[in-house]
């Protein structure tokens, strides 16, 4: 099991970037993929981005592709989600994940509390 901890969520106007941070504690063995994931309030998580620590291109959701990057810094165990050009249908709470699963499709088996990203019209 491993620990994850979001920061960096705020408010943003639309068109704006931001850019949110996740730290992994725990033996980062335990982790071969990690996700970012959203959600609104009284629905289901939707993914958004998962990268492997071994490297790779990141998979991304169409409703983010091209506006957000993420990307990893091994040395820290912490991963980051830029998110440029922001609409007002990006507010939502990011979580971070974790996955023992080497696949981008696997399922994460560790979340963080999530961070409250709003973008204002």
């Not at 990690?34 to 289901?44: A, I, N």
């Not at 989600?81 to 996955?99: F, G, Q, W």
């Not at 963080?112 to 709003?118: L, S």
């Amino acid at each position: 099991q491993v620990h994850l901890v979001e920061t960096g969520g705020g408010l943003v106007q639309a068109g704006g970037s931001l850019s949110i941070s996740c730290a992994l504690s725990g033996d980062p063995l335990n982790s071969a993929v990690m996700g970012w994931f959203r959600q609104h309030p009284g629905q289901e998580r939707e993914f958004v981005a998962a990268i492997r620590w071994s490297g790779g291109t990141p998979r991304y959701a169409d409703s983010v592709k091209g506006r957000f990057t993420m990307s990893r810094d091994n040395a820290k165990n912490t991963v980051y989600l830029r998110m440029n050009s922001l609409k007002p249908e990006d507010t939502a709470i990011y979580y971070c994940a974790s996955s023992k699963l080497g696949s981008l499709f696997g399922t994460f088996d560790s979340w963080g509390q999530g961070t409250q990203v709003t973008v204002s019209s």
